[in-house]
């Protein structure tokens, strides 16, 4: 029988969404799926592009549909099209399909993502005739970038070599370079972030739309040795006219940033899509090879890993479905978004990892064969975590919502799972990139009181709340507050907390299976206890902060017949899905 939790292709019928989103979905999983094990690996090791599948994205119009947002589904002077009405941004239907194309391989997923992120821009816009060019290119099922990053400066956007001269006739001539700008190779439209060689400071910034295709857009290269192109550009006197202009001023810096919030919330759900393919290969595995005269799965260790595994992906799943909840339902008083948002960039991706890892360890050499969706997932599932942000990056991001989130809570209306056929609009709205340390919350300790008679969230409790007594009485000080070591380990630990209380909230309004929770908490009380020893040894902890470390050690609650229980749902996924030859 199928786990009801896991994503399994054989059985998957999204009846949640309406008939379009669901039509589209299960298509998605079809061609997939008729396309085969092999020519899956077989373009992953050969690196081909993608025009296959770029193809049937746009016969389906599936970039089209999930990627238009409603107020520019109409097209110039509001000519409908046949399927217009099913145009929106959805984060929910969005999130859906990050996890099909993860599933099936990270490059198709990256050709859907840096189409996201080149259309941010462009969907902020006020510029009406780029905003419409987008809309038809879709459309027409052109694939997007984001010309953002430089080889020199990476994504310093303060110091962006790619200059614009003003022409005379109200236009630019831009010139410069863009580094690891995916799709560059064949976006029909490139948002490309660069500053007016005549105006010094933030007013010189300049978002504005280019053509791949344009002769003076130069095609270096791509830097990397995969099917996903990850271009090198250069521009060489290329007109940009004022209806190529995107933003100007503050407003570009914005539009980056802005952008990347949109973009960096799709990572996490991909991360559980390679996961739970891989799952599914290495439980079979494991579940039929005799070693000794015993299944593999018969030994201690390897049942520990593998339920471990399982769990940590249903915490993958629960708590990306709960940050959906949020990101739809933000607006200008509510942008809790904005902690949960770069936790699933960095917390969900690198739970993935460890996912991989522990599978790895249980099925070996196997890991490395050629014919194995699970060579491809242990190395893809590495860049995730190394995309939009690095990990230390979103962590350093997330503490400056510490103290507000644990200490200060405030009264918000219920956030209803957001499941509803609604345009998520406020996204292209945002406004300012600043503001984070007026951003509030919710009382986290509600969702752990609904559980406090699980053991293990009883205990984990305990943990939160000694983390309460360490901002309140032993935080950092002024100096200590530059040690970005040290302030990385404490961030680890709130990240916990952060984690665990949408687990919950998404349990209780899944009623999530009670010894799968409880076993979840075991793991993030482990957690919890090794990244306290951490900050324990970090080089500028004081005394009362090791004492502290140490005194939030706990010791998870054991249950060997809730542990069986939990074994046996991962068991019964051997067999359960291999893909079409």
Same mark, same amino acid.
């Given at each position: ?412 209306? =219920?956030?209803? /799972?957001? %499941? @509803? !056929?609604?345009?998520?609009?406020? +996204? &292209? ?7 984070? #340390? ?68 998404? =349990?209780?309004? /899944?009623? %999530? @299976? !009670?010894?799968?929770?409880?076993? +979840? &908490? ?7 206890? #090794? ?51």
């Amino acid at each position: 029988m199928a786990d009801s939790l896991l994503f399994n292709p054989r059985t998957y019928d999204p009846a949640h969404f309406d008939p379009e989103t669901r039509r589209l979905l299960r298509a998605t999983v079809d061609w997939f799926e008729a396309r085969g094990k092999r020519k899956l690996i077989e373009d992953y090791r050969s690196r081909a592009w993608l025009g296959e599948f770029l193809a049937f994205s746009a016969k389906e119009g599936l970039f089209a549909t999930f990627l238009t947002p409603a107020a520019a589904s109409a097209g110039p002077q509001g000519q409908g099209e046949p399927g217009e009405q099913d145009r929106r941004w959805d984060t929910a239907r969005i999130a859906a399909l990050n996890e099909i194309l993860g599933f099936y391989g990270l490059d198709y997923w990256y050709a859907w993502q840096v189409t996201i992120l080149g259309l941010g821009p462009v969907w902020q816009s006020d510029n009406a005739a780029a905003r419409d060019r987008a809309a038809e290119l879709l459309a027409q099922g052109e694939v997007f970038a984001f010309g953002l990053s430089e080889r020199t400066h990476g994504a310093d956007i303060y110091s962006t070599d790619m200059l614009l001269e003003p022409d005379g006739n109200g236009g630019f001539l831009a010139g410069g370079s863009k580094y690891y700008i995916g799709n560059g190779n064949a976006a029909g439209l490139v948002s490309v972030f660069g500053r007016r060689a005549d105006v010094e400071g933030p007013d010189g910034y300049v978002f504005f739309a280019a053509d791949s295709r344009h002769p003076a857009y130069q095609l270096v290269q791509n830097v990397v040795d995969s099917s996903k192109y990850v271009s090198e550009f250069r521009l060489v006197d290329y007109p940009v006219s004022p209806d190529d202009v995107l933003h100007t001023g503050r407003a570009a810096f914005d539009a980056a940033l802005n952008t990347v919030n949109v973009g960096k919330f799709n990572l996490c759900t991909a991360s559980i899509g390679i996961c739970e393919h891989a799952m599914y290969e290495a439980v079979t595995h494991a579940q039929n090879r005799i070693l000794y005269g015993r299944p593999v799965t018969a030994f201690p260790h390897v049942r520990r890993e593998l339920a471990d595994a399982y769990v940590r992906l249903v915490g993958m799943k629960l708590f990306s479905d709960r940050a959906v909840d949020y990101f739809r339902s933000a607006g200008p008083d509510d942008r809790r978004y904005l902690l949960f948002n770069p936790m699933t960039k960095m917390k969900v991706t690198t739970e993935g990892e460890k996912v991989i890892d522990l599978m790895w360890d249980v099925i070996a050499a196997k890991g490395f064969e050629k014919d194995t969706y699970f060579a491809e997932a242990a190395v893809e599932i590495r860049s995730l975590p190394k995309l939009e942000g690095t990990v230390h990056v979103n962590l350093a991001l997330i503490l400056k919502f510490m103290r507000n989130h644990l200490l200060e809570p405030v009264d918000y209306p =219920a956030v209803p /799972t957001r %499941l @509803d !056929a609604a345009d998520d609009a406020f +996204l &292209f709205r945002q406004g300012p990139a600043r503001g984070l #340390g007026s951003v509030r919350f919710h009382d986290w300790r509600t969702a752990y009181d609904a559980y406090a008679d699980t053991p293990n969230v009883a205990r984990f409790r305990e943990q939160a709340d000694a983390l309460c007594a360490f901002v309140a009485t032993v935080a950092p000080d002024e100096e200590q507050s530059r040690d970005l070591d040290f302030l990385l380990s404490v961030g680890q630990l709130f990240a916990l907390v952060v984690y665990g209380q949408l687990i919950l909230e998404q =349990a209780r309004l /899944t009623d %999530l @299976d !009670a010894s799968v929770l409880d076993e +979840l &908490f075991s793991v993030l009380v482990r957690d919890f206890s #090794g990244h306290a020893v951490e900050l324990h040894g970090k080089d500028s902890a004081t005394e009362a902060q090791q004492a502290w470390a140490l005194g939030a050690v706990r010791r998870p609650v054991v249950d060997e017949d809730r542990a069986a229980r939990v074994w046996a749902r991962v068991e019964a996924l051997s067999g359960t899905y291999e893909m079409t030859p």
